[in-house]
């Protein structure tokens, strides 16, 4: 019972560059997310999405793109990197009223 | 616009029971959540009250709602050392319960 899998578990990327994180759930959750964890901060939603086909922002997508051709998987892609979006990623599934967590990705813009 | 805080430490003996306190300020929120996170790990959903409650029990976590003054605590009773985490108070957004916005977490360290 795998639960919300997140990839890669770290990374590091320079300036301007590029890379897809990876969100996969095998609970048939309708909703996903991405939330960014900042030290002393709270969680702040990135985007999410209500099901296949569908995604929306939440309230720091900026720099940020989603995708959602599967039900079970949201990708969340950074086009030109940058150190302001150095933080831990974490993708969350839910059904109604709980939601799992992945294990978050931590990546560093340098 | 929504906000959650929540005090950012606490420290208890071992055995003794914590409090951790937290205010919001989305008064039409559905749902408030208590979320645990271990060193290096996602989000753990402890427990979540419906906004119509004002107190829910589950075994050792006790969570009490005011909904006037809008604050949300969590009680553990009798904390052991497993208990030592970083404690996550967050509200559902408006009514979109799928969404939920997060405090900046509480660091419980339990002492011998």
């Known amino acids: 019972n795998a639960g919300v899998t997140q990839t890669p578990k770290f990374r590091i990327l320079k300036i301007g560059q590029s890379m897809t994180l990876q969100c996969a759930q095998d609970?048939?959750?309708?909703?996903m997310y991405w939330y960014r964890q900042d030290p002393g901060m709270g969680l702040k939603l990135i985007y999410y999405s209500v099901g296949a086909g569908i995604t929306d922002k939440g309230e720091v997508p900026n720099g940020y793109n989603v995708s959602r051709s599967t039900t079970e998987d949201f990708p969340l892609r950074l086009e030109l990197a940058a150190p302001s979006q150095t933080s831990v990623y974490f993708c969350a599934s839910s059904s109604d009223t709980e939601a799992f967590f992945g294990q978050g990705t931590r990546l560093t813009v340098v | 616009g929504e906000d959650v805080e929540q005090s950012l430490f606490l420290s208890v003996r071992e055995g003794d029971s914590s409090v951790i306190n937290c205010t919001y300020t989305?008064?039409?929120?559905?749902?408030l959540y208590w979320y645990k996170q271990e060193p290096g790990a996602g989000l753990q959903l402890l427990t979540y009250?419906?906004?119509?409650?004002d107190m829910k029990q589950d075994q050792r976590l006790t969570v009490l709602l005011n909904k006037k003054d809008k604050h949300l605590s969590l009680r553990i009773a009798d904390t052991q050392t497993g208990d030592s985490a970083i404690y996550f108070c967050?509200?559902?957004?408006?009514?979109?319960?799928?969404?939920?916005?997060f405090g900046a977490g509480t660091t419980v360290t339990v002492r011998a």
């Open positions: 009250i419906f906004s119509n409650m």
């Open positions: 967050a509200e559902s957004i408006g009514s979109n319960d799928y969404k939920l916005s």
């Open positions: 989305d008064s039409s929120s559905t749902y």
């Open positions: 609970m048939n959750h309708n909703y």
